[in-house]
């Protein structure tokens, strides 16, 4: 008797037993950033675990050369600036001359060949100027976004090649949990439809809702995505944190 008013708790319990599916933490945005230039690293400004604002400096190659070029490029706009206005003065005055029948319309149309000429070249010394500023900036590296520290790929005198990772940035100011679910539980869930998480690292549980909801299962049969955003003020929610979405038979809390 007492053995079969057991298995009657038990099965009592499982019955109303609250089931919950395995969900990550991740981060709402996540970057590798990534060398624009070929070069030797100067300095770095951050380390891992440290707290970056939008457009903080994170390191710097040297710069040597690109100023130099960009000196370069300066220096021939401003030669062909020059070239230009003479050209153009020039011009003028041939025109001038033209009107009173002094020089000769070739000698005119020969001018004006020459300061369309000098035109052209000063728009092509501008864009090279142009060039070289952008390569002299993308030897400083700038974050993109606010964000923590998760790694630096790179020491002081190393020589890094274009594309090569420097930094890995999170943004986990809000964090997004992500679960596959079977078609039984797809079935039962709605966007915007709210849902309990319980983080098991932190003991705690967050009320929040489905902000999107996969029409079509995983290509790897993981089951149909679902995506929670949660916002992570105190940034107690780390990347790669379990999340139980919990679940009561037949259907969401």
Do not use: C
């Not at 923590?148 to 790929?153: D, G, T």
């Not at 999170?170 to 797809?186: G, P």
């Amino acid at each position: 008797m007492r053995i079969a008013l057991l298995l009657l708790v038990m099965l009592s319990s499982a019955a109303n037993a609250t089931d919950y599916l395995i969900g990550e933490i991740k981060a709402k945005a996540e970057v590798n950033v990534m060398a624009q230039v070929d070069g030797l690293v100067n300095h770095y400004d951050v380390e891992f675990g440290e707290q970056v604002t939008q457009f903080q400096r994170l390191l710097a190659f040297d710069a040597t050369d690109p100023k130099l070029e960009l000196a370069l490029a300066q220096a021939n706009r401003d030669l062909a600036e020059v070239d230009s206005q003479l050209k153009a003065k020039q011009l003028t005055r041939l025109q001038q001359l033209n009107a009173k029948k002094t020089v000769t319309d070739s000698e005119l149309e020969e001018q004006l060949r020459q300061t369309q000429i000098s035109q052209v070249q000063l728009r092509v010394q501008q864009q090279n100027l142009a060039i070289a500023k952008r390569n002299l900036d993308k030897h400083t590296v700038h974050a993109p976004f606010a964000a923590s520290v998760i790694e630096r790929y790179v020491e002081v005198g190393q020589w890094v090649s274009v594309g090569e990772p420097l930094y890995r940035l999170a943004d986990i100011s809000t964090v997004l949990i992500q679960a596959n679910l079977v078609e039984q539980d797809i079935a039962q869930l709605a966007l915007g439809q709210a849902i309990k998480v319980y983080v098991p690292a932190i003991e705690k549980q967050f009320e929040t809702s489905v902000i999107r909801l996969a029409d079509a299962p995983q290509q790897d049969g993981s089951g149909y995505r679902i995506e929670l955003e949660l916002a992570n003020l105190e940034g107690q929610l780390k990347p790669g944190y379990r999340a139980e979405l919990r679940l009561e038979q037949g259907g969401v809390e």
